[in-house]
């Protein structure tokens, strides 16, 4: 078992900017979940790291990718609307943001291309979906996490939260950290394995609907339904947790009447008005400061600062969005809570355009891997990175850490599937080899 252990975690022989490197991105998503100023200094570092072991090595052929060069274009536009719109605070959050498009770049080009990383990443997504799956239940079930928490006020579980990011959270890892397992499972073409895989589905799903929070579920469904289409073994037993999703739906108001009342009546409340919902009079901000700044956008910050400016309060009638009577304090936030919304309103339909191109370009390289099949996490890397980027949701910041950071984690693992096909079933077969004692 030792040698075992010791065969998982040692660090392979490369440059030491490369080991520094593997360390922090194995910090990287428990920084994500648990300490913002981690992930973001991980990050940061990283990106250093990645320039000196381009000088180092004299390579800078990862500058020539397609989507890179989209990227830096779209830079460029958010740099352009936050020194036209101002503060100087704006510039220079527009100026950071370059370092999010260069941390893709490094794990897509470097970092993720090397199985070590691979192997630590995929290992410590499990540990946290665990440890989320744990708190949620025993929240559930006690009515306090481990550090007392009970659910929050809207009846939503937060497990190892205080506040509802349990469901947000475990949309991120359940895909790559533990479908793969389920997958597996399917893989072995018996009845017990069949079984065993579509319980665990089942009680994954369960999980997240219990957890109450309206849109992980809803993206967790679709997640659900593409990986279906990608991988036929995973039909059958999609449709006996949509089965039995709807029963315990049907259910709640007796076995959780918080969640029925989050998940169905708010829900349903919100859509039959969603224009003056406040999700809705912010898109509409978001979309007044599109139509009134088209090339150039309102900058970084433009959004908080200008938004209850009277300029913006109005609706969109070439829309048929009428103007809310009453404009209430929910109608601003620090961001419009949709990225295409966001990124339209710091950069114009001109930086709109780009990001959708440059969602295109990610999304189509990306699939590449479901038609090589290479390997069970693989394909979970297209479904997650097309759930993070449908245009049709809800979200927090593009930019802020703890949720645009899962996004290109995951967009430049799977460009370096691309890049570098490796058997990605090679995790998990290293992880039994740690259950047996012998390496994997």
């Given at each position: 078992m030792q040698r075992a252990i010791a065969a998982y975690f040692r660090l392979p022989e490369v440059s030491w900017p490369t080991k520094i490197s593997l360390v922090l991105l194995a910090l990287f998503p428990v920084g994500l979940v648990y300490a913002r100023a981690v992930a973001d200094i991980s990050l940061t570092l990283i990106c250093v790291l990645f320039?000196?072991?381009?000088?180092?090595?004299?390579?800078?052929?990862?500058?020539?990718?397609?989507?890179?060069?989209?990227?830096?274009?779209?830079?460029?536009l958010i740099v352009a609307g936050s020194a036209h719109t101002g503060p100087q605070a704006s510039l220079l959050q527009g100026l950071a943001s370059l370092r999010l498009f260069l941390f893709t770049a490094a794990l897509e080009a470097w970092l993720l291309r090397q199985?070590?990383?691979?192997?630590?990443?995929?290992?410590?997504?499990?540990?946290?979906?665990?440890?989320?799956?744990?708190?949620?239940?025993?929240?559930?079930?006690?009515?306090?996490?481990?550090?007392?928490?009970?659910r929050w006020a809207d009846g939503a579980l937060t497990g190892p939260f205080y506040k509802p990011r349990a469901g947000a959270v475990f949309l991120m890892v359940f895909f790559v950290g533990l479908m793969p397992w389920v997958l597996e499972l399917l893989r072995r073409n018996t009845t017990r394995g069949a079984l065993q895989g579509t319980l665990l589905l089942i009680f994954l799903m369960v999980t997240m609907i219990l957890i109450?929070?309206?849109?992980?579920?809803?993206?967790?469904?679709?997640?659900?339904?593409?990986?279906?289409?990608?991988?036929?073994?995973?039909?059958?037993?999609?449709?006996?947790?949509?089965?039995?999703?709807?029963?315990?739906?049907?259910?709640?108001?007796?076995?959780?009447?918080?969640?029925y009342t989050k998940l169905i009546v708010q829900l349903s409340e919100q859509l039959s008005h969603f224009a003056a919902s406040p999700y809705g009079e912010l898109f509409t901000r978001a979309g007044v400061m599109m139509e009134m700044h088209p090339w150039l956008g309102v900058g970084f910050d433009g959004f908080r600062n200008l938004c209850a400016d009277p300029a913006y309060q109005h609706g969109l009638t070439a829309y048929g969005?009428?103007?809310?009577?009453?404009?209430?304090?929910?109608?601003?936030?620090?961001?419009?809570h949709n990225y295409y919304m966001q990124i339209g309103s710091i950069a114009g339909f001109p930086g709109l355009i780009?990001?959708?191109?440059?969602?295109?370009?990610?999304?189509?390289?990306?699939?590449?891997?479901?038609?090589?099949?290479?390997?069970?996490?693989?394909g979970m890397l297209v479904v997650i990175v097309c759930v993070m980027l449908w245009p049709?949701?809800?979200?927090?910041?593009?930019?802020?850490?703890?949720?645009?950071?899962?996004?290109?984690?995951?967009?430049?693992?799977?460009?370096?599937?691309?890049?570098?096909?490796?058997?990605?079933?090679?995790?998990?077969?290293?992880?039994?080899?740690?259950?047996?004692?012998?390496?994997?």
């Amino acid at each position: 078992m030792q040698r075992a252990i010791a065969a998982y975690f040692r660090l392979p022989e490369v440059s030491w900017p490369t080991k520094i490197s593997l360390v922090l991105l194995a910090l990287f998503p428990v920084g994500l979940v648990y300490a913002r100023a981690v992930a973001d200094i991980s990050l940061t570092l990283i990106c250093v790291l990645f320039l000196v072991e381009s000088g180092r090595t004299r390579n800078w052929t990862w500058l020539r990718r397609p989507w890179v060069a989209l990227a830096f274009v779209l830079w460029l536009l958010i740099v352009a609307g936050s020194a036209h719109t101002g503060p100087q605070a704006s510039l220079l959050q527009g100026l950071a943001s370059l370092r999010l498009f260069l941390f893709t770049a490094a794990l897509e080009a470097w970092l993720l291309r090397q199985e070590t990383a691979q192997r630590w990443t995929t290992l410590v997504l499990r540990i946290l979906a665990f440890w989320l799956i744990i708190q949620v239940w025993q929240q559930y079930f006690t009515g306090q996490n481990i550090w007392g928490d009970g659910r929050w006020a809207d009846g939503a579980l937060t497990g190892p939260f205080y506040k509802p990011r349990a469901g947000a959270v475990f949309l991120m890892v359940f895909f790559v950290g533990l479908m793969p397992w389920v997958l597996e499972l399917l893989r072995r073409n018996t009845t017990r394995g069949a079984l065993q895989g579509t319980l665990l589905l089942i009680f994954l799903m369960v999980t997240m609907i219990l957890i109450g929070q309206r849109m992980p579920n809803m993206l967790a469904l679709f997640g659900m339904a593409l990986a279906a289409l990608l991988d036929q073994r995973l039909r059958k037993p999609a449709l006996a947790a949509f089965a039995l999703g709807v029963v315990l739906l049907i259910s709640l108001p007796v076995i959780s009447p918080p969640t029925y009342t989050k998940l169905i009546v708010q829900l349903s409340e919100q859509l039959s008005h969603f224009a003056a919902s406040p999700y809705g009079e912010l898109f509409t901000r978001a979309g007044v400061m599109m139509e009134m700044h088209p090339w150039l956008g309102v900058g970084f910050d433009g959004f908080r600062n200008l938004c209850a400016d009277p300029a913006y309060q109005h609706g969109l009638t070439a829309y048929g969005i009428p103007t809310v009577e009453v404009f209430g304090p929910e109608a601003c936030n620090l961001h419009p809570h949709n990225y295409y919304m966001q990124i339209g309103s710091i950069a114009g339909f001109p930086g709109l355009i780009l990001f959708i191109g440059l969602v295109v370009l990610w999304i189509a390289r990306a699939s590449r891997l479901a038609a090589s099949q290479a390997g069970a996490q693989a394909g979970m890397l297209v479904v997650i990175v097309c759930v993070m980027l449908w245009p049709a949701q809800s979200t927090s910041s593009f930019f802020v850490i703890d949720t645009g950071g899962w996004i290109f984690l995951h967009v430049g693992w799977a460009l370096a599937l691309v890049q570098r096909p490796i058997d990605s079933d090679r995790a998990d077969r290293a992880l039994a080899g740690l259950r047996s004692g012998k390496p994997g």
